[in-house]
């Protein structure tokens, strides 16, 4: 199983930006799919998270500007960030609990992508 983060850039304050995370490899299911990221210099901190059932969780510093959800694509998660602060700034990680087997039983494991930098400057 691998994850594919992409959509980082640059952009100015107030901007919006979208990262895409693509799930590919033996799926059977997918638990959840969270964005996390890491600001220099500080620990890896949880963005949004995107549970099976469709139930949403967002850090308290992005509530209100970014939106986890699926799209039409299979096995991928949009992470939409809306009015961009330089505080925002940080290299955006996808993570996915994934059921790799149903073989003698379900079995999941957790996953990570390469991060995607998102720069937010004037």
């Known amino acids: 199983v691998q994850l594919q983060a992409s959509g980082g850039g640059s952009v100015q304050p107030g901007e919006s930006r979208r990262l895409s995370c693509v799930a590919s490899g033996s799926i059977f299911a997918i638990n959840n799919m969270t964005w996390f990221r890491q600001i220099h210099g500080q620990e890896r901190e949880l963005v949004a998270t995107l549970a099976n059932g469709g139930s949403k969780n967002y850090a308290d510093s992005v509530a209100g500007r970014f939106t986890i959800a699926t799209g039409n694509a299979e096995n991928t998660v949009y992470l939409q960030m809306n009015n961009l602060r330089p505080e925002d700034t940080a290299i955006y990680y996808c993570?996915?609990?994934?059921?790799?087997?149903?073989?003698?039983?379900?079995?999941?494991?957790?996953?990570w992508g390469k991060g995607t930098l998102v720069t937010v400057s004037s």
């Open positions: 993570h996915a609990n994934i059921v790799y087997t149903l073989r003698p039983r379900a079995k999941s494991a957790e996953y």
